[in-house]
């Protein structure tokens, strides 16, 4: 397991997260939140997820 100085300096080599990944975890998380209404409480806001 990396610790201390070890991890600040791979942090330095970290890329910035694509857009497209972003993005689909926006929909994840909104989708599994439609899906949490729908299954246990049947009434709420959804998003109302669909591709465009």
Do not use: C
Not at 20 to 37: F, G
Request: charged content about 20%.
């Amino acid at each position: 397991m990396l610790q201390g100085a070890s991890v600040v300096v791979l942090a330095a080599s970290w890329k910035e997260t694509p857009e497209e990944i972003r993005q689909a975890y926006e929909y994840i998380e909104q989708i599994i939140h439609d899906l949490d209404v729908a299954f246990n409480h049947g009434e709420g806001k959804t998003y109302g997820v669909h591709i465009h």
